[in-house]
């Protein structure tokens, strides 16, 4: 299911998650000048390693190298598909989620979840050299503040049954059905040390009950937003 736009009501300018978008447009833009040897390199560099991970809690790996790429690695992305999939799901849940935060709170949000996301994808295959990269977790850590603050919000989808037809989801529907298939795949990749099918679905999952977990921590009091009792389409 693709969704294609969402009636939850938004009142401020999203300027956070445009700059997000552009930025990791941006990224990419650098990595397909890079011939597949730098590419691999940039990307295990700057990508999350398990292994490397464990290695530095085992005093073997400098903090930096571990560390730094749980940030990094949220920009970066394997193909022109990855990124556009990932920037129209954030562009669809991240204003209004945006909205809702404010604009600082959000970006902050935004790299809490991303981060949490990596360490459970770490912690479900600790000894994989495979890189963790893309924004997926953090995006997913959106959609999972979304169920909570707009479960009314209707989704128009497009639905691929032998022909594609588009279909209003209710946003509890859709997001819920989407962390079932996340959790379900992650969980047949347990006992392997890479990512099924080059997805890492753990830091999907990861990310999507983070974001759940910390709406509390980071949406603003109700008197500083106007409170969307309705929806419209826009």
């Known amino acids: 299911m693709i969704p294609l736009k969402d009636n939850a009501p938004r009142y401020t300018f999203p300027i956070v998650t445009l700059t997000l978008i552009a930025v ?46 749980f940030f990094t690695c949220m920009f970066l992305h394997g193909g022109w598909l990855h990124l556009i999939g990932n920037m129209w799901f954030l562009w669809i849940f991240g204003d209004n ?15 809490v979840t991303g981060m949490a996301a990596s360490f459970v994808q770490v912690a479900a295959q600790p000894l994989s050299r495979v890189p963790t990269i893309g924004a ?72 999507f009950i983070a974001g759940m977990l910390l709406v509390a921590v980071f949406r603003r009091p109700r008197a500083q937003y106007r409170e969307p009792y309705y929806y419209y389409n826009r």
Request: proline letters at 5%.
């Open 136 to 207: 997926s977790g953090a995006i997913a850590g959106v959609m999972g503040a979304y169920l909570i603050l707009f479960p009314r919000a209707r989704v128009l989808t497009l639905v691929p049954f032998i022909l594609y037809f588009t279909v209003e989801i209710p946003a509890l529907v859709m997001l819920v059905y989407w962390f079932v298939i996340q959790f379900f795949n992650g969980f047949a990749s347990l006992g392997s040390q890479h990512s099924s099918g080059g997805v890492a679905f753990w830091a999907h999952v990861g990310g």
């Open 97 to 111: 989620v945006e909205d809702s935060f404010g604009h600082f709170a959000f970006l902050v949000f935004y790299f």
């Open 24 to 69: 990791n447009v941006l990224v990419f833009l650098y990595q397909v000048t890079l011939s597949d040897y730098a590419l691999n390199s940039f990307d295990y560099q700057n990508g999350v390693v398990p292994l490397r991970v464990t290695g530095f809690m085992n005093g073997r790996v400098p903090l930096d190298t571990a560390i730094a790429p």
